[in-house]
């Protein structure tokens, strides 16, 4: 079985590769059982294991947030999260044929419900999965490119040898916060227990991109990603 599992693990890291994914790692899910039936259902916490994939920003189109919203950005957001799909729906229908079970999280998405919530936490999935750490921005931060990068998730019974999580480096660095135009974060490290609201104020947020697109056009913002220190 663990042949088996490694020889799997190896096939979906290289078609993945091979199609345009910048990291590839999988997450054993089952200590975050409890939060996933909490946060997200019973059905995706039915799922022992999580595939993750991410896609990295071109760290000039970053750099210009610093100075205000870009139409750039907006275009390769888009251009990224397409990808993630393509990636993610060929890898899930590449499991599916081999008889497991797999449900493809879109790399963008929130619910109809709520829309500060996904209908699952990519970011949860990739820190599981060794890809980088949660940082006070709520983004993923990865030691490569620091929060430049996309993410998608495929939640999967195959079984795969887990990758190992990766420690929390922010340390003392308050940089995402300082840039932070709506204050909407408030500095506090990432903790599992914690309510977002403890650390983040997705309504100022919100509100703000709204703001930015009545002002310009174009409702991004950015400028946490931009300051973060890790990959620039």
């Excluded at 499991?95 to 879109?106: A, Q």
């Excluded at 309510?195 to 409702?219: E, M, N, Q, T």
Aim: charged share 20%; net charge positive; proline share 6%.
């Amino acid at each position: 079985m663990e042949i088996l599992t490694n020889s799997l693990k190896e096939q979906l890291r290289k078609k993945a590769n091979y199609m345009g994914a910048d990291l590839f790692g999988v997450a054993d899910l089952e200590k975050a059982k409890p939060y996933i039936k909490d946060n997200y259902g019973l059905e995706f916490s039915k799922y022992p294991s999580a595939v993750s994939i991410g896609v990295f920003f071109p760290k000039e189109i970053i750099r210009l947030l610093e100075e205000g919203p870009q139409q750039v950005y907006s275009y390769y957001y888009s251009v990224i999260n397409q990808k993630l799909d393509e990636i993610s729906l060929l890898l899930a229908n590449h499991l599916e044929r081999m008889g497991y079970k797999v449900f493809p999280i879109p790399a963008s998405q929130q619910l109809l419900t709520n829309k500060y919530k996904g209908i699952f936490s990519h970011k949860l999935a990739a820190s599981l999965a060794g890809l980088g750490w949660i940082g006070k921005s709520c983004c993923l931060i990865n030691e490569q490119v620091g929060p430049r990068l996309r993410l998608a998730t495929i939640l999967t019974n195959a079984p795969l040898e887990p990758d190992t999580p990766t420690n929390n480096k922010c340390g003392s660095c308050t940089a995402c916060v300082k840039a932070c135009t709506p204050q909407a974060i408030i500095g506090v490290a990432f903790n599992p227990d914690d309510i977002l609201s403890k650390r983040f104020d997705p309504k100022a947020c919100d509100d703000y991109f709204d703001y930015v697109k009545s002002r310009h056009g174009i409702g991004n913002c950015g400028k946490c990603i931009a300051a973060c220190p890790w990959g620039r």
